[in-house]
């Protein structure tokens, strides 16, 4: 049985200093889950933490470096708070376990720090954005090393470290961990999608395997020359194809930056027999009148310089462009992509101005708002919702079975 006749030494309050960090780490792994499930199911989110293209939750959250064998880091991350704060508390409490626990608490402290630091460099070297939650989470394995260090000066030197207690003390870890895994695995929704889809893209019904595609279709209305509608849509393909796809999409959104070169590829792939339509829906209030804040601040200027890029012929160089450079967006770079694209200053800064094209995109949104658009990027294909993986061959596994 546990003693719980509680020390008052230095180095009681530090253990009790270490319960107070991971049960931190708790709270804000758990807040981490549930960014990352919304993000899966809208493509985007409202949180307060996606300030702009260097500070940005979503765009951390989105990347292929936010999941471990296909889990979330949060939910790795609630594991291993979960694991320490069981870890501190046998020391704390004097529990007979304590002589294996502790040195496994040093040794995962130790394992937290290095982890943080490599996370960090990814999000700064690599992904070139920064997740404030993500930030948090490194502070407290840093806080949580320091308080390592304490009390192991405050012990002198004399704690216990041997290769049967570090086993016995990281298998409990363990457990604590997969429990974790486990209970994410069995409760999270299913598929992360709407619910009136969960369970059903891939799933068999007799020797029939369910669509991706929304069952009902929707009429969207294409312009096909700058004299129709409120202006052109510009398109990629034939416009005698049988297969229509349409992308409601945003500048910043990094989903949308990760689906633009899947749609590439596909179009590729099938050539004259499908159809290629973008549409804006930007995640700002400049031009998107349902969004409570300007979650996307450049979205609506990206979106208007690229239909001047599209009067000229250059829609696709500029958009790709665009969406490939998201990251690194600002009232200079767009204007650069423009003139990358032959746009002159000039013509820039008329694009801008210019109260036709924002009334083109304001129509896109509210098209979009008509027929249910409330995430990006959504995809339409001959009228019908997709909810499938935004990816070459599985857009092309769809169409080819339909």
């Known amino acids: 049985m546990p003693n719980t006749t509680a020390e008052t030494s230095p180095r009681n309050k530090s253990w009790l200093v270490a319960l107070g960090i991971a049960a931190t780490g708790i709270a804000t792994s758990i807040y981490s889950i549930k960014h990352h499930l919304e993000l899966r199911i809208h493509g985007h989110t409202e949180a307060s933490c996606n300030i702009n293209s260097a500070i940005n939750c979503d765009a951390v959250a989105s990347s292929k470096y936010s999941e471990f064998l296909d889990i979330p880091l949060g939910v790795w991350g609630l ?19 304590k002589k294996d626990h502790e040195p496994a608490w040093f040794l995962l402290s130790a394992i937290g720090v290095l982890t943080s630091l490599a996370l960090a460099g990814i999000s700064l070297g690599v992904l070139g954005t920064v ?26 030197g004399k704690l216990a470290f041997n ?37 059903t893209p891939g799933k068999v019904d007799g020797p029939k395997v369910l669509s991706n595609l929304s069952p009902t279709a929707v009429d969207i209305p294409i312009n096909k020359n700058a004299y129709s509608g409120f202006g052109e849509d510009f398109r990629k393909g034939s416009d005698d194809a049988k297969i229509v796809i349409v992308e409601f999409a945003d500048y910043m959104c990094p989903a949308c930056g990760q689906t633009a070169p899947a749609l590439e590829d596909l179009m590729r792939q099938l050539g004259s027999r499908a159809l290629l339509v973008f549409k804006n829906f930007p995640l700002s209030n400049q031009c998107n009148p349902g969004m409570l804040q300007d979650m996307h601040p450049y979205s609506c200027d990206i979106a208007k310089i690229a239909r001047c890029a599209g ?3 250059k829609f696709w160089d500029y958009h790709l462009l665009a969406m490939s450079e998201q990251s690194r967006a600002s009232k200079e770079k767009l204007k650069e992509w423009g003139k990358q694209t032959g746009l002159s200053d000039s013509e ?9 094209i924002l009334e083109k995109i304001k129509d896109d949104v509210r098209l979009a708002d008509k027929i249910g658009v409330n995430s990006t990027p959504t995809i339409f294909i001959n009228g019908r919702k997709y909810f499938g993986e935004r990816t070459a061959s599985a ?3 769809t169409i080819e079975s339909m």
Request: hydrophobic share 50%; charged share 15%.
């Open 79 to 97: 594991g291993y708070f979960l694991a320490m704060i069981v870890l501190a508390a046998t020391v704390y409490l004097q529990h007979k376990s």
């Open 131 to 156: 997740c404030i939650v993500c930030v948090i989470i490194y502070t407290l394995t840093l806080a949580q090393a320091g308080v390592a260090w304490k009390i192991w000066k405050d012990s002198q």
């Open 163 to 199: 290769p049967k207690s570090i086993v016995s003390g990281l298998s409990t870890a363990a457990v604590v961990l997969a429990l974790a895994v486990a209970g994410f695995t069995f409760l999270k929704p299913a598929k992360q999608l709407p619910p009136e889809l969960q369970d």
């Open 311 to 313: 009067s000229k012929g």
């Open 348 to 356: 820039i800064n008329e694009c801008l101005a210019s109260k036709d």
């Open 395 to 397: 857009l092309r596994a």
